[in-house]
């Protein structure tokens, strides 16, 4: 049915005004919210949709992850992560990282990421498409990019084949109502200059976005330091990688000049609070990044580094570790994390014309809570509830672009018994 009529909602829009509409109505039409109001619209030709007792809101856009890296989860645990990436990841990764098992992989990831209430990814990782059939089978929105690194990764052996992958799913998804293509630097460590110019000026010439790591870890900023003279974002800066098109992942340890180079430049940031704790990596100043007009989003990172891609964990922490570095119980509210986990992560990737609130015209990307749960009660305030209480089990369907992926915690368009099996005899592989 083209048409969708759900009641009986409250409301989170998280739009510009934050409004909150308690008993109100979404009418979607051909993907598209038509209206949005409080009390009731009628439309005889529409599917009806009682939300009694639920929140609906705009789905969670998770801004970083390499999301194959689900057949990697618990792979190589508790390691700094150069010893983590280089002696255990990257060798793991040449074995196995095959189109078969990235297709395997990422279905689980689907599932993971759907049942948690995410309804877009940023990707970086190899043979994204194949990463994007699945996405666009799965019904979700992806923006995604195959990852150029200065040395032979599983899907290329050269930079110049990297960049003619790239430049490929460019062609082939550009305009696409689901699949984003974007293109990917992996990081300043294990790209030259060339390399990432060559990048850069790809997205440039591409109208897409460009994405990297940046400023991670100490050893990244001091090994960064001894070779260029300058730390990393202030070296990218001087080579022209910093920008409104640009998303950097992490953001660790940017120095007070190079927060001050993000905002003057719009660079977003995509931060991935759980990964950067697991690995050691440092907890990164999102607040003072806030306070400078940054667009901080959040990201999961890859399961191997978190090890999930549950984006409701994620935006608590994210509420949470600012609280702790300042030693404010007001740094980062719970409204302020809710952003970042929705319409921040839309503005960071170019999408918040699409996506990312709920307001009219744009696309039906959002997902039913089950406020009335024991967990939750009693709401004081919405955002609160959301960011504090909620876990992913509270979120009960989902839908993009007005298309269901998952109703009633049943998956749409994934056949979980399936993958489960498949991704079982996947680890038995690379177990022995």
Not at 74 to 89: F, K, S
Request: proline share 4%; aromatic share 6%.
């Amino acid at each position: 049915m083209s048409k969708k009529l759900i009641y009986n909602a409250h409301i989170i829009t998280m739009n510009a005004s934050l409004e909150i509409i308690p008993n109100g109505c979404i009418l979607i039409e051909n993907g598209k919210i038509k209206n949005i109001c409080s009390g009731q619209l009628k439309d005889p030709d529409a599917e009806l949709i009682d939300a009694q007792g639920m929140f609906v809101m705009p789905g969670f856009i998770n801004t970083h992850t390499h999301i194959p890296m689900t057949m990697l989860r618990g792979y190589a645990d508790d390691l700094p992560l150069h010893t983590w990436l280089t002696e255990h990841i990257f060798p793991a990764e040449a074995r196995f990282v095959t189109p078969e098992n990235v297709r395997i992989a990422t279905r689980l990831a689907l599932i993971e990421m759907i049942k948690s209430g995410t309804v877009c990814f940023n990707d970086m990782y190899f043979f994204e498409d194949v990463i994007a059939e699945e996405a666009k089978k799965a019904g979700i929105r992806g923006v995604l990019g195959e990852s150029l690194i200065d040395f032979h990764t599983p899907s290329l052996n050269t930079v110049e084949e990297g960049l003619a992958l790239s430049k490929a799913l460019i062609c082939k998804w550009q305009g696409d109502s689901l699949i984003h293509p974007s293109v990917c630097a992996h990081a300043p460590y294990t790209c030259c200059r060339k390399t990432l110019q060559q990048a850069k000026q790809l997205a440039d010439q591409s109208n897409t976005i460009l994405q990297i790591h940046i400023a991670e870890t100490r050893k990244e900023v001091d090994d960064i330091t001894a070779q260029t003279g300058m730390p990393p974002a202030e070296y990218l800066h001087s080579i022209g990688l910093l920008d409104r098109n640009v998303i950097a992942a992490h953001g660790v340890w940017l120095n007070p000049q190079e927060t001050e180079l993000f905002a003057s430049t719009q660079t977003s940031i995509a931060h991935c609070p759980k990964s950067n704790l697991k690995l050691a990596s440092g907890i990164a100043d999102t607040y003072s990044y806030l306070q400078a007009g940054i667009t901080v989003s959040i990201g999961t990172d890859g399961t191997a580094s978190n090890n999930t891609l549950d984006m409701t964990e994620e935006m608590r922490f994210a509420a949470l570790l600012p609280k702790v570095k300042h030693d404010d119980p007001e740094a980062v509210n719970a409204r302020t994390a809710l952003q970042m986990a929705t319409i921040n992560g839309a503005k960071a990737l170019g999408l918040e014309q699409i996506t990312g609130s709920l307001e009219k015209g744009k696309s039906a990307d959002l997902i039913f809570i089950h406020a009335d749960s024991s967990n939750m009660l009693p709401v004081y305030d919405e955002y609160s509830a959301i960011v504090y209480a909620m876990n992913s089990k509270n979120i009960r369907s989902s839908m993009v672009n007005g298309e269901w992926l998952m109703r009633n915690r049943e998956l749409c368009h994934l056949d979980k018994n399936e993958t489960l099996e498949a991704i079982k005899q996947l680890a038995s592989t690379i177990k022995h």
